[in-house]
């Protein structure tokens, strides 16, 4: 089946006891025991299992094209998770520009855990090669990368992840499952900050990790990690999600198309020094991009001419889009991201934008009345 149709019946049925269309929000905490101690329905206790994350990891999967997936409370949870998955003595490989979020879990919270962790450029795949050591259990990539929209080479490194035995991860919030499949490219593992595009209408928190092989050791070690951690979404969160996912390919198609309109037009602009945009011809990861995915996704980042003050305060004089963190949401929001990144080499003049579902004339106005 298609994308479109996926998103709306991957995991779904008609609600057995009601008929109704709209799954019901089951919010039980506990199941009924059958008379022999058994629980034949399926379900004992709502952080082992739920009728909505059921559905919803069902969804998910599908999706990604993969055998299992997970659901979390967050995208750092669905990571925290992962890292919490693997044994003392580890070494794991991750981006030096992944959303600096994750490089703030792997420095800062998992830095005495007994695991090594090198941090290198990934879309340069020859660094991942030479930073292999025989204990690299864990590759991580995010691709296109947040803010600076750097693109990994997905099959070049599950080639290097693989020769060395480790297990490679690739985060897939920016390029969402309709325009990229990483367990096609041989990823074993895709990662959703669900927050973003999947949920859609920036309502509500979520992650998700799909693996390939519903078999692999990490699987098992990281359904004990969800179920006994327990950093699982509530059931309404899942229901807010699936309701978000139900549009997730027309609300990509119309963000790709528009923000590939804004990016040209910014190009053109003399107040713009730079636009990172990977479908521009002039983006160094244009041409992987037009291999690896087939659209570009709704996020991109700028560089006003000047200092930071200078793309601070063309954001001030916006009227329509929104100064807001977080992406993939129905409203346009732009940050500056160097002001709430800690410890990361974002340029002091850089603007991430997140177009949304508005009109492409009406977004470009309110840019071009802010440049000036
Ligand atoms: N991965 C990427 C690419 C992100 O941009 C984010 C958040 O911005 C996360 C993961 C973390 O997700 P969450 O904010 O749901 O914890």
Redesign the pocket.
């Known amino acids: 089946m298609k994308p479109e149709t996926l998103a709306i019946h991957a995991g779904y049925q008609i609600d057995p006891t009601t008929g109704a269309l709209t799954p019901p929000i089951h919010l039980s905490t506990t199941f009924e025991r059958d008379p022999d101690g058994g629980f034949a329905r399926g379900h004992v206790y709502t952080r082992d299992t739920n009728p909505n994350r059921d559905e919803l990891e069902a969804r998910l999967a599908q999706l990604e094209g993969g055998a299992l997936a997970l659901a979390f409370s967050?995208?750092?949870?669905?990571?925290m998770s992962l890292i919490q998955s693997l044994h003392t003595g580890a070494h794991i490989i991750a981006p030096n520009d992944?959303?600096f979020?994750?490089q703030r879990l792997l420095r800062e919270v998992f830095a005495d855990w007994g695991l090594a962790i090198t941090f290198v450029t990934a879309s340069d795949t020859r660094q991942i090669e030479s930073a292999m050591r025989p204990n690299t259990k864990l590759v991580i990539i995010?691709t296109p990368?947040?803010p600076m929209m750097n693109l990994t080479d997905i099959r070049a490194v599950a080639d290097i992840a693989h020769a060395g035995g480790a297990f490679l991860v690739c985060?897939n919030?920016?390029a969402t499952p309709i325009f990229q499949h990483p367990l096609e490219l041989g990823a074993d593992a895709v990662?959703?900050?669900?927050?973003?595009y999947l949920g859609g209408h920036s309502d509500v928190?979520?992650?998700a990790i799909i693996l390939k092989d519903a078999h692999h050791p990490l699987a098992s070690r990281l359904q004990v990690v969800q179920k006994v951690g327990g950093a699982v979404p509530a059931p309404f969160d899942c229901w807010m999600l699936l309701r978000g996912m139900y549009t997730l390919p027309h609300r990509m198609n119309i963000v790709n198309a528009n923000a590939l309109q804004i990016a040209h037009a910014l190009n053109n602009h003399p107040n713009i020094e730079r636009v990172l945009h990977l479908g521009l011809d002039d983006h160094p990861h244009h041409a992987l991009a037009r291999t690896q995915m087939s659209g570009y996704g709704g996020l991109f980042s700028f560089l006003v001419r000047g200092s930071a003050d200078d793309a601070m305060g063309m954001t001030n004089r916006l009227r329509l889009i929104k100064r807001a963190?977080?992406?993939g949401g129905v409203h346009t929001t732009i940050e500056h991201r160097a002001s709430v990144e800690v410890g990361t080499s974002t340029p002091h003049n850089l603007l991430r934008i997140s177009i949304g579902l508005e009109h492409p004339d009406d977004i470009w106005d309110d840019l071009a009345g802010a440049l000036g």
């Open positions: 967050s995208g750092m949870a669905t990571f992944m959303y979020g994750v995010e990368s947040n985060d919030t920016i990662i959703h900050a669900t927050t973003k928190l979520g992650g963190t977080s992406f």
